[in-house]
């Protein structure tokens, strides 16, 4: 079975950093390309960032609003995706869901962790 | 960036109707849509992909229909755990989302 759960969530400060974690289990984060997508309070969903399978060169992409702030990665050893996130900001704050893409298909998302709460506050 | 529009915002619905709702996006994305189902402290479910193909165990009655820039999320005999908020997503390029429909009772 498909499972993803993200841990790392919590409060932090404007300019702080945070690293968000998304376990996977029941298939290779290496060999699926992997999203975060976040969501605002009371709104809607935003793609962040993704990093495409190993077969496809492992490239990253982000979103132009976490642009130079925000890292994507993972570790196989670990079948675990990564968030990296610096110069936190107050619009920053927002659940933040990892999401797989479907093997060899477009980049939609069929699988979503339980999402991770960030809150970025003084 | 593609901007995918949602219509309408709200729509009431009573259990046993029809409800459509409308996604239009800003310039074409051929058929690379999708649509997805949120409700209250859940994460987002995949409903239909390449605009029209249901995904896995996904109930017969979400159908969804459209090419280019105009999409449709049909569902067919509203049932009590059909009321939640919907999402359209285009990955023709970037993945950008439509700022959701939200079925409810009517």
């Known amino acids: 079975e498909v499972q993803l759960v993200e841990s790392g969530g919590g409060l932090i400060q404007p300019g702080g950093s945070l690293r968000l974690s998304c376990a996977a289990s029941?298939?290779?984060?290496?060999?699926?390309?992997m999203s975060w997508v976040r969501q605002a309070p009371g709104k809607g969903l935003e793609w962040v960032s993704i990093?495409?399978?190993?077969?496809?060169?492992?490239?990253?992409y982000y979103a132009d609003s976490v642009k130079g702030r925000f890292t994507i990665s993972r570790d196989e050893s670990k079948n675990a995706l990564y968030l990296h996130m610096d110069s936190l900001r107050a619009e920053d704050t927002a659940v933040y869901y990892c999401?797989?893409?479907?093997?060899?298909?477009?980049?939609?998302?069929?699988?979503w962790g339980q999402g991770a709460l960030v809150t970025v506050s003084s | 960036e593609i901007v995918m529009t949602q219509s309408p915002a709200t729509l009431s619905v009573s259990p046993g109707e029809r409800a459509t709702l409308s996604c239009r996006a800003s310039?074409?994305?051929?058929?690379?849509l999708a649509w997805y189902q949120q409700k209250p402290g859940q994460a987002p479910r995949l409903l239909i992909y390449?605009?029209?193909a249901r995904a896995t165990g996904i109930p017969a009655r979400f159908s969804g229909s459209g090419s280019g820039t105009e999409f449709t999320l049909t569902i067919s005999g509203l049932q009590s755990e059909d009321f939640a908020v919907y999402y359209c997503?285009?990955?023709?390029?970037?993945?950008?989302f439509g700022q959701g429909t939200k079925v409810d009772i009517k």
């Open positions: 999401a797989r893409t479907p093997p060899a298909a477009g980049n939609y998302f069929d699988y």
């Open positions: 997503q285009q990955y023709n390029v970037w993945p950008t």
């Open positions: 029941g298939f290779t984060v290496s060999g699926n390309h």
């Open positions: 990093i495409y399978s190993g077969a496809s060169g492992s490239a990253t």
């Open positions: 390449g605009a029209s």
């Open positions: 310039q074409s994305v051929s058929s690379n």
